[in-house]
């Protein structure tokens, strides 16, 4: 029995998740869970010791699969960093405009739990966030912006949440591509600004 373990709590959070999803973590409780996963409610005890613990598991399997994503998306846009960070927000837009999208989960989850800030799940919403923006931070790095990555890493992270907000009010993604561009232009801008200063250390060597 031990061996279908594993396989029993996935099928608990895919199937919690599709509630979350469509319901929100308030009003969905654990014989809601239970019934959608097709298991007892004692089967649920057995891997999870209270609704809390499923809802940060639901945002915990969705940190590496949407963090592959946003890195995947910036693979494979073509041109130079604007481009590619612009790229970012083209494939997130494309993703928002599917009928099924509900918004962001991790941001949907933190404001139910608006009350409880010291809760497993908003601290799970925290850390797929910050990965995110150290991710941005280590891309802005490599490029040779050095000081400047934090700083930039943070305005792109603005622009996306913002876009995952106004995309849920208004349902309208030309929001999100309109940030893309937001995003661009703010790289872009610093990479001429680094490329400037570069160009009169080297003119002042000289």
């Known amino acids: 029995m031990r061996t279908n373990v594993p396989k029993t709590k996935e099928r608990i ?13 308030r009003d969905v ?26 809802i940060t598991a639901y945002l915990q399997s969705r940190d590496q699969p949407n963090f592959n994503q946003f890195q995947k998306w910036f ?7 604007p481009d590619k960070i612009e790229g970012v927000f083209v494939g997130l837009a494309h993703v928002m405009q599917h009928p099924r999208w509900k918004g962001c989960g991790f941001l949907r989850t933190s404001v139910e739990l608006i009350k409880m800030p010291g809760h497993p799940a908003v601290q799970a919403a925290q850390a797929h966030k910050k990965r995110v923006e150290m991710w941005l931070t280590a891309v802005f790095s490599d490029y040779g912006f050095e000081e400047l990555s934090p700083k930039l890493a943070k305005q792109i992270m603005l622009l996306l949440e913002g876009s995952f907000s106004m995309m849920l009010l208004h349902k309208d993604t030309s929001y999100v591509r309109e940030a893309g561009k937001v995003a661009s232009l703010l790289t872009g801008r610093s990479l ?15």
Request: aromatic share 6%.
């Open 75 to 81: 693979k494979e846009a073509e041109g130079e960093l």
């Open 192 to 206: 001429c600004s680094l490329q400037d200063g570069s160009q009169s250390v080297k003119a002042a060597a000289i």
């Open 29 to 54: 409780s654990l014989d809601m869970i239970a019934s959608e996963a097709d298991l007892t409610k004692r089967t649920i005890y057995y891997h999870f010791r209270s609704k809390d613990d499923i």
């Open 13 to 25: 959070i895919k199937a919690a998740s599709r509630l979350f999803q469509r319901e929100g973590v």
